[in-house]
């Protein structure tokens, strides 16, 4: 197997998740060192652990994203441990799946702050980092929700929405230090952040794919006839880190099977 990514060091927020650790795994294997970066620490360092054994380098690190400091200790500890850090990939987030009026105003800011704010702060921190690299990708994760947004509560798809700016401003502000920023916005994915009821994305059965019924609607959204896996999302953060990727930044990449259209 090529090993695409060669030499690379990686942050990854929201590290421990589903499409999160995919893509640890998977740039490991494509021989970047790896820093697992979650709020759950216990399964950030199990990812972690399952990397080293299977002979890759990697750390791991608790990552509260709406904290600039815990920020700051993730990258320092990363770039002390790998010699430089080239690469960010922003997975953490949380969404309430309320409507409009059930909305509350610690729902708004907890969505905000994680999806949008805690992304800003990353980029902001790491970036020191790159210039010391000589190169640098950072790459978020959206959601259908950064290209359209309907009824529902408002949080969710405006921290999407707003990602779409945050990439272009961090491409046109940083491309003159070899610093791309994309952004990848999954569809329909089969995931924890669906499935489980967790405090930063609660669920239950009106919302929880273990609902056939709603894993179906799901699906029958999704023209190309299956949910997204995310090993799907995995690869294509993989290519746009990749050299493979070199000309692209500011933009975003679908990954919905066709939802979006």
Known sequence: MTEKLQGRATLISGGAGSMGSATARLFARHGAAVCVAD???????????EIRAGGGQALSARLDVRSSAQWNGAVT????????????????????????DAMTEEMWRRIIDTNLTGYFLGT??????????????????????SIRQGAGGP???????????????????????????????????????IRANRAHSPNDESTSIDNPDNYERRVKATPLGR??????????????????????TGSWIDVDGGAGI
């Open 155 to 193: 949080a969710y798809g405006a921290s999407k929405a707003a990602l779409v700016a945050l990439t272009r401003t961090t491409a046109a502000s940083y491309a003159a230090d070899n610093i791309r920023c994309v952004l990848v916005n999954p569809g329909h994915v089969d995931t924890d952040f």
């Open 227 to 248: 949910m997204t896996m995310p090993d799907d999302v995995a690869r294509t953060f993989l290519f746009a880190a990749s050299d493979e990727a070199s000309m692209i």
């Open 77 to 100: 500890d990363a770039e002390k441990a790998f010699g430089h850090l080239d690469t960010l990939c922003n997975f953490a987030g949380a969404n309430h799946r309320v409507s409009f």
């Open 39 to 49: 709020l759950d620490r216990e399964r950030a360092e199990a990812v972690a652990e």
């Open 124 to 145: 902001k921190i790491v970036v020191p980092a790159m210039r010391r690299a000589g190169r640098g990708v950072i790459v978020h994760t959206g959601s259908l929700s």
